[in-house]
């Protein structure tokens, strides 16, 4: 039965230094042959103390902090925006095959939809409506006393 000695690592720490292993090769201080190497020891080690020497002879990474995002369209307004394009692509996909088949253009039904329904995501994101701009109590905060 083999016992090691030392603090045990967590899937967690390894993941760390591998990816400090990585950010190390792609800023070129490791050949991927020492990168796979290290990155093979990473994973195959059982304590912290014997991870510590895979990174000892680096120098330590500049932490970037992250830019703040900030987007001008929340993310439920992109993703209904790209099921509004996905649905007025297959709309006008459907009627150029009918139109094509029945060799003249046909009525241009897909207006009915793509018209009203981008109309109304632009007027959402134009005025805000779900950002709470236009809703002066979206983000009261309800206390329980």
Not at 74 to 87: D, F, K, M, T
Not at 99 to 113: A, I, K, M
Not at 130 to 135: C, F, T, Y
Request: with cysteine.
């Amino acid at each position: 039965m083999d016992i090691t000695a030392g603090t045990r690592a967590s899937d967690a720490e390894r993941a760390q230094v591998a990816d400090a292993l990585g950010r190390h090769m792609a800023e070129g201080r490791l050949d991927v042959t020492e990168y796979n190497e290290r990155l093979g020891r990473v994973y195959g080690t059982a304590t912290i103390e014997d991870l510590r020497p895979l990174l000892s002879d680096l120098p330590p990474l500049t932490i970037k902090p992250a830019a703040p995002h900030t987007a001008r369209i929340p993310i439920w307004q992109r993703i209904e925006g790209s099921a509004w394009l996905g649905v007025s692509v297959l709309c006008l996909f459907i009627w150029a095959a009918i139109s094509f088949g029945t060799g003249e253009f046909t009525y241009p039904w897909p207006l009915w939809v793509i018209g009203p329904w981008g109309a109304v995501l632009v007027f959402r994101v134009l005025t805000g409506w779900e950002a709470g701009a236009l809703n002066p109590h979206h983000h009261r905060r309800h206390h329980v006393r």
